[in-house]
Nanobody, 115 residues
Framework: QVQLVESGGGLVQAGGSLRLSCSAS????????MGWYRQAPGKRRDLVAV???????NYGDSVKGRFTISRDNAKNTVYLQMNSLKPEDTAVYYC?????????WGQGTQVTVSS
């Protein structure tokens, strides 16, 4: 059974930083594509960042240069370092993983950026 548990969300002022963590079980972070999406109220769920099994990364246009995705294979954990946060980054952030063609989601963690 695949489980993804996010942590690290919270309230931060504009210009600040947060680091989100996604702890995976039932799946090996180094062998599967994993990533982060976010969803603001009334909006669709959008790509933030993904990291492939080979380590290739891809970012949404709005976060390029500010956010960095990484993983710790020993801890089976994926991280999202978020710098220079803006109020428009406010959303629920979801960890996701793809295994054997199936996509799994975490429960989400709220990030709120105040102006």
């Amino acid at each position: 059974q695949v489980q993804l548990v996010e942590s690290g969300g919270g309230l931060v002022q504009a210009g600040g930083s947060l680091r989100l963590s996604c702890s995976a079980s039932g799946i090996t972070s180094s062998s599967n594509a994993m990533g982060w999406y976010r969803q603001a109220p009334g909006k669709r769920r959008d790509l933030v960042a993904v990291i492939s099994s080979s380590g290739t990364t891809n970012y949404g246009d709005s976060v390029k240069g500010r956010f960095t995705i990484s993983r710790d294979n020993a801890k089976n954990t994926v991280y999202l370092q978020m710098n220079s946060l803006k109020p428009e980054d406010t959303a629920v952030y979801y960890c996701t993983a793809v295994r054997y063609g199936l996509r799994y989601w975490g429960q989400g963690t709220q990030v709120t950026v105040s102006s």
